[in-house]
């Protein structure tokens, strides 16, 4: 029995997994846009312990969510240079073979 030691990329998949984490990312920093322009609406009307708990909870919140953000960024970009450098691979295999 022989062990198949091909390697196979999906460049369609790849595909989907860049176009997945650009919508999460745009997902994400849309959503913490809303909810920082709604909470400053409201501390606008909020005063004293809680409000101040509140904010100090919000700001270690939307820090967390930016670093979120950054990390899908980074994993969209990834994912987006792998398709590039996996095409050029393959190009290149071809070329060699004389295929391509």
Known sequence: MTEDTSY?????RL?????????????????LTEIQERMTAVRDRWDGQAA?????????WT????????AIEKMRAATAAAHIAYTE????????????
């Open 8 to 12: 196979r990329v999906d460049l369609a």
């Open 15 to 31: 595909d989907e997994a860049t176009d997945q984490a650009a919508q999460l990312y745009a997902f994400v920093t849309q959503s």
């Open 63 to 70: 820090r967390s969510a930016e670093r979120m953000a950054t």
């Open 52 to 60: 101040d708990a509140q904010a100090a909870a919000m700001q270690q």
């Open 89 to 100: 691979a393959g190009a290149a295999n071809l070329r060699i073979l004389g295929r391509g």
